[in-house]
C-alpha cells in the first residue's frame, strides 16, 4: 500500500531469513533477552503465528470506544488484528463484535467508518443480519414459485450467523476477543496498569475530536517497543527535551504489568526544564537547545485536571491499544497489522462532555504534539520506518536491547531497555520461540 | 461541507479579478512551501489568522481536531521553527498544484481594505522522497478565508481538507 515500501531491497516474497539458510529455524539467539532477532520484524511465517497466537488467540484487543456509538443502531467498522469487525450497539443498548464477513460468500459487507443502522444487509445478495450479527434474511430463500430453487429444507437461519467475538468493556473502551474464555479486562490488565487507565477513563463521558489515520511502513511490534522505550523519548524528540515535556533527570516511570505485555510510560514535568537539569546532563542530549524559544507556549501549558503525580502517561495494552494522555491532550491509538512491514494506525482524539470552548481549543492546539503531524508524533514514524528498512535490507541478523542489562519490566530510569525485555519474554513464551 | 460555501457569488467581474488575484497568491503561497522556505510562511497570514489541516472524514463530520492546528502567527511561527530546526525526518520535495478557484462570498467591496473573501480551491500534493517515487501525498480542498490589509491579501482562515485520508505515515511539512 506505501508505495515507497516497494523500493528498494523489496521483492514479491521476499524473506530475510530465508536467504540466510535453506533449512532456516525460528531459534531465538543465545543471548536471550538482550539479542532481538531481525526476522520477529520481517517474517511473513512469524507474522502469520502472530496473527494466530496472538491477535486470534488469548487477548483482549481494542476495538472502539462507546462515545463514537452511543446510541441504539450505532455501529463502527473496527479490526481485531488485521481481521476486520462490525462494533454495534442493539436496541437493548449492549454492544456486540462480529466479523465484517457475510456468512454466504464472504464479502466484506460494513463499508462506513461509522453510521446508525436497523440491520447489516450484505449489498452482493441482500442477505441481512440484525445488530447483534443473527442471519435474519435471505432472499428467495424458499426459490421462485413454480420453478423451485432455494435453500435446502433443513437449511436453519441459526447455523448461519455471523462469526461472534467475545465482548467486554471498561469505563467506556471496548475490547473484544476471538477467545470464549478470557479473564475479565480488569484482570487482564493488572492493577499496575488499570491505575493510570482509570485516570484517562474515569467514568467522565468522552467527547469525540476527530481522527487521524496513518500507514506506517513498520513493524507493528516497533510500536509498542517505541512506547516501552523511555531512552529513545529523551534523545530523538528535541521537542520533549527543549520544552521539558520529558527529560533525563526529571521525574519518570517505566511502569509495567507483571506479565509484561501492557506498559506505562509516564513522567512529570518540571517547572523549570533548565534549572532540573545539570551540565553534564545537557550535553549527553544532543538535542537540548536552551535557545529555542516558542512565539506562542501556550499549547505547552499543563491543566492539572487529573488526580495523578505524572503529566504524561503512555500506556501500551497488548496487542493493539495505545492509550495517550500527553499534558491535556487524550486519544487512543489502534494498531492495525498489515503484514511484517507495515501497520495501520487509527488515531482517535477526544476530551470530556463538559469541557468548555477554551479547554477544547487547548486540546486542539496541544494536539499539535501528537498524530501524523505531530511534533513527536512524526518522528517516531520516521525512525520506526527507518528501522524496519535497516532490518530488511541489511544481512546483518540482530539488534542489541543491553540498557539496564538483563533485567525486565518495571524500571525507574529511562536509560533502560527493560520493559522492552519483558515484552519480548512475554512475546516468546506465546509464540513458543 | 463548510458553512457558506454554497452561496451565490457576487457579480462577475469582482469574481474574476479575485479569482485572478487569489490564483496569484496560490502560487506565491506554493511556491514558498515547495521551495522550502519556510521562515516565510507566516508572512501569507493575518494576526488573528486559523489553520488547519484535517481529513475530511474529520470535515464532514464536523470534528475539529487537525492534524495541524495553528491559531494565530505564533503557532504558525513555531511549527515553521521547529520543522527547520527541531524535526528528524527523511528528506523530501514537495510540489502544489492548485486549481478549479472559486470566490463564494465577499464582504465588503473585495477591493477595499477589511474585505473578506472566501474561496476554494482543490490543491493536488505530491511527495518525493529522496529515494522514492513520487506519491500522490494528498488530493485536498483549500477553504479559505482572505482579509485584504494594506491592499493585500492575508489568510484569515485557511483549512485545509484532505480526500486522502489514510496519510502515507506522516506529513511533514505544511499545506
Known sequence: ?433 | MYAGYDMQPPDARTVRELRLEIEEFHTEYCNMLDRGALDHWVDFFAEDALYRVTSRENADAGLRVGLVYAEGRGMIRDRAFAILHTQMFAPRYMQHFTSNVRIVAVEGTGSSDGSLIKSQSNYLLLQTLVDGPTTIHQSGRYYDTFVRQGGRLLIRERQCVYDTVLIANDLVYPV
Open chain 1, 1 to 433: 500500500m506505501y508505495s515507497a515500501n516497494t523500493v528498494i531491497g523489496q521483492t514479491g516474497s521476499f524473506a530475510k531469513e530465508k536467504r540466510q539458510a535453506q533449512d532456516f529455524e525460528f531459534k531465538w539467539p543465545s543471548q536471550g533477552l538482550t539479542s532481538i532477532p531481525d526476522w520477529i520484524y520481517t517474517s511473513p511465517e512469524i507474522y502469520e503465528r502472530e496473527i494466530e497466537r496472538i491477535f486470534h488467540g488469548r487477548t483482549w484487543n481494542f476495538v472502539a470506544l462507546e462515545a463514537e456509538i452511543p446510541n441504539p443502531g450505532d455501529y463502527k467498522r473496527s479490526f481485531v488484528g488485521p481481521t476486520p469487525v462490525v462494533v454495534s450497539r442493539n436496541l437493548d443498548s449492549t454492544v456486540h463484535v462480529f466479523e465484517n464477513r457475510c456468512a454466504h460468500r464472504g464479502v466484506e459487507f460494513c463499508r462506513q467508518h461509522l453510521g446508525n443502522t436497523k440491520e447489516f444487509v450484505c449489498p452482493y445478495h441482500s442477505w441481512s443480519y440484525d445488530l447483534v450479527g443473527n442471519l435474519q434474511g435471505i432472499p428467495f430463500k424458499r426459490g421462485l414459485k413454480g420453478e423451485g430453487g432455494g435453500m435446502p429444507k433443513d437449511f436453519k437461519n441459526s447455523d448461519h450467523n455471523l462469526k461472534k467475538l467475545s465482548v467486554t468493556t471498561l469505563n467506556g473502551v471496548v475490547f473484544a476477543s476471538f477467545a470464549t474464555d478470557m479473564e475479565p479486562i480488569e484482570e487482564y490488565l493488572s492493577p499496575e496498569i488499570l491505575k493510570d487507565f482509570n485516570v484517562v477513563f474515569a467514568g467522565r463521558k468522552l467527547k469525540i475530536l476527530g481522527y487521524y489515520r496513518n500507514e506506517l511502513p513498520g513493524n507493528w511490534k516497533l510500536y509498542h517497543e517505541n512506547l516501552k522505550d523511555p531512552y529513545h523519548a529523551t534523545l530523538l524528540h528535541s521537542f520533549l527535551v527543549t520544552f521539558g515535556l520529558m527529560v533525563a533527570g526529571s521525574k519518570n516511570g517505566m511502569i509495567t504489568d507483571p506479565k509484561g505485555r501492557h506498559g506505562t510510560l509516564a513522567s512529570a514535568k518540571p517547572d523549570n526544564v533548565a534549572e532540573a537539569l545539570d551540565d553534564a546532563t545537557k550535553k549527553e542530549m544532543r538535542n537540548y537547545r536552551e535557545d529555542f524559544k516558542l512565539a506562542d507556549g501556550r499549547f505547552l501549558d499543563y491543566v492539572r485536571e487529573f488526580d495523578s503525580p505524572w503529566s504524561v502517561t503512555m500506556q501500551t495494552i497488548w496487542p493493539n491499544l495505545i492509550v495517550q494522555r500527553e499534558l491535556n491532550t487524550l486519544g487512543i491509538r489502534h494498531i492495525i497489522p498489515n503484514g511484517p512491514h507495515s501497520q495501520i494506525m487509527m488515531w482517535t482524539m477526544f476530551g470530556y462532555e463538559g469541557d468548555d470552548e477554551e479547554m477544547t481549543r487547548h486540546r486542539l492546539r496541544q494536539g499539535n504534539l501528537m498524530g501524523p503531524s505531530g511534533f513527536l508524533g512524526l518522528e517516531d514514524n520516521e525512525a520506526i520506518k527507518f528501522l524496519q528498512e535497516g532490518v530488511r535490507r541489511s544481512p546483518s541478523d540482530r539488534g542489541v536491547l543491553k540498557l539496564g542489562g538483563e533485567t525486565t519490566g518495571t524500571t525507574t530510569s529511562v536509560i533502560d531497555e527493560s520493559a522492552i525485555r519483558g515484552m519480548y519474554a512475554h512475546y516468546r513464551q506465546e509464540m513458543g520461540l
